[in-house]
């Protein structure tokens, strides 16, 4: 806009805007934090955050969106029909204890919010935010652990299992390489592990 008002001779001369350096997100929920947040965690942000370890779907904008219609029982997948990207629009892995997960909640219904809520204007779980801060301070975890590190954790695991970057991006959602390698919280144990093996 501040180029167009320049050009269009509104101002003299466009500020030079200098943006804050972006950091990224360091922590992770893997398979450790995970199995000490449960125990702590109530429904729904119990079978959220299960969902968002074993799919990497984004919370906000695809889990608590989700449908029974673009569930596909037989093949174990669901399709997030709408996404933060026209790229986000996919099909996401369905892992044994999610689709446990799913079943406690089916009630043979063909349409409709898998997490409905009856106070929220869009009829969907919107927050669980509190619930993931209480269950996150009985854990005695960091205050800087945000429930997004589950999508972090998924793509790191994902990755790491693989070997196949093209395939993690596109089952996250991503329309860059780079945007997913942000993604990669690689552990220093594994390069001390090969640097290990290097006596001569």
Known sequence: MLGKAE????????????????????????????????????????????????????????????????????????????????????????????RQALLARYSEQKEGWIFPSKRAGGGHLTTVSKQFEKARKEAGLPNDLVLYCARHGFGTEMYRATKNLFAVMNVMGHTTVSTTMKYQHQNIDEVAAVASHRVR
């Open 7 to 98: 050009e269009w001779t509104i101002i003299k001369a466009s500020p030079k805007i200098k943006l804050m350096q972006e950091h990224a997100r360091e922590r992770v929920i893997d398979a450790e934090i995970e199995a000490k947040l449960l125990p702590f965690c109530k429904q729904p942000l119990r079978d959220v955050l299960m969902i968002m370890r074993d799919s990497g779907m984004r919370n906000e904008k695809e889990v608590f969106r989700m449908r029974w219609e673009h569930l596909d029982w037989g093949n174990k997948r669901y399709f997030v029909y709408e996404s933060k990207s026209p790229k986000g629009r996919r099909f996401v892995p369905i892992s044994p204890r999610v």
